[in-house]
């Protein structure tokens, strides 16, 4: 299974973009990227998903990059709201996530 | 909501004992996953289930053990409780591959 990496914290001013980046170098071309944010302890949080296009959702907008060996999530105009931790996850052959990873810690500020 | 029930909420129970965690996925999800997140950890996959038969396992312990009912709800047991097994339990529902997953707000296990 292809393994992401994320840096493990970051800050955004309020109203500022947040974008946060993720490696998955290793990623085969059939496997999906994914990203889910967990508030507190709370369940984790689908925010969107891709294979080779860029999307945008009311939540957010995902950018792959032609090689997909990267990709970056953007938060348009970050609320305090926003502040928890983002997983980049790379779905498996079976088509599901398998370990989420530590994630980014995003902390927006006022 | 993400319309996944998971309880109880929070379960205190002491070392050498067995619990029992329930999960109702959304309705009409047929498969239900369920995660381990220890403090400060990740989440870790444990086991999944599609319509009542076990298609994957991840990092479960032996002294755990998984199933789910033909309503499509799902239990995890875990025996002979030791301190580490405290944790956030996440179970999670999904129509089919390659789609998003839903997940229930947890139960909180605090081993004494």
């Known amino acids: 299974d292809a393994k992401t990496t994320q840096p493990p914290s970051m800050d955004c001013a309020e109203g500022r973009a947040a974008n946060l980046p993720c490696n998955h170098s290793?990623?085969?071309?059939?496997?999906?990227v994914y990203w889910y944010r967990q508030i507190h302890s709370q369940g984790p949080q689908y925010i969107i998903h891709?294979?080779?296009n860029n999307e945008t959702n009311e939540m957010a907008s995902l950018i792959i990059t032609e090689d997909r060996k990267s990709s970056t999530l953007i938060l348009p105009h970050a609320t305090l709201r926003d502040t928890a931790v983002y997983y980049c996850?790379?779905?498996?052959?079976?088509?599901?996530?398998?370990?989420f990873g530590k994630g980014t810690s995003l902390l927006v500020t006022p | 909501d993400s319309g996944v029930t998971q309880t109880p909420k929070h379960l205190i129970t002491a070392t050498g004992q067995r619990v029992t965690l329930r999960c109702s996925p959304r309705?009409?999800?047929?498969?239900v996953y369920w995660y381990q997140q220890s403090l400060d950890q990740g989440l870790q996959f444990l086991i999944h289930?599609?319509?009542?038969?076990?298609?994957a396992k991840g990092n479960i312990l032996e002294r755990f053990s998984a199933q789910q009912f033909p309503d499509l709800h799902s239990e995890l047991n875990l025996s002979s409780l030791e301190l580490g097994d405290s944790a956030l339990y996440f179970c999670?529902?999904?129509?089919?591959?390659?789609?998003?997953?839903?997940f229930g707000n947890g139960t909180r296990l605090t081993v004494t």
């Open positions: 999670a529902s999904s129509v089919g591959r390659d789609v998003p997953l839903h």
């Open positions: 290793t990623i085969s071309g059939n496997e999906y």
């Open positions: 891709g294979l080779k």
């Open positions: 996850i790379v779905y498996s052959n079976s088509g599901y996530a398998l370990n």
């Open positions: 309705s009409g999800d047929l498969s």
């Open positions: 289930y599609y319509n009542g038969e076990e298609r």
